[in-house]
Nanobody, 120 residues
Framework: QVQLVESGGGLVRPGGSLRLSCAAS????????MGWFRQAPGKEREFVAR????????YYADSVKGRFTISRDNAKNTVYLDMNSLKPEDTAVYYCNTGGNVDPRTYASWGQGTQVTVSS
């Protein structure tokens, strides 16, 4: 059974940066695409970014392109999301998941997520 533990969230001012981490277990991590998603208050969960199994290709939602960078360390079974130039509209609970599908409705289970709040 896959377990996903997100961390690294917090309160940051607009224009600031954060690095999120997601540690995965119970899965052969190096063979899976990994994705980041987020859910803002009162909104549906949405796709943020994904990375291929070996980290060669990445794909981003238009809303974060050029500001966020997804990366992974297969030796540590961990995927990262570096977030720069943060905006108040980036405020959300951030989740990771295994697989490359950008539709969050296709995933059966999630970790607890990590809260990111962008506010002055």
């Amino acid at each position: 059974q896959v377990q996903l533990v997100e961390s690294g969230g917090g309160l940051v001012r607009p224009g600031g940066s954060l690095r999120l981490s997601c540690a995965a277990s119970g899965v052969t991590f190096s063979t899976y695409f990994m994705g980041w998603f987020r859910q803002a208050p009162g909104k549906e969960r949405e796709f943020v970014a994904r990375i291929s199994a070996r980290g060669i290709t990445t794909y981003y939602a238009d809303s974060v392109k050029g500001r966020f960078t997804i990366s992974r360390d297969n030796a540590k079974n961990t995927v990262y999301l570096d977030m720069n130039s943060l905006k108040p509209e980036d405020t959300a609970v951030y989740y990771c998941n295994t697989g490359g599908n950008v539709d969050p409705r296709t995933y059966a289970s999630w970790g607890q997520g990590t809260q990111v709040t962008v506010s002055s």
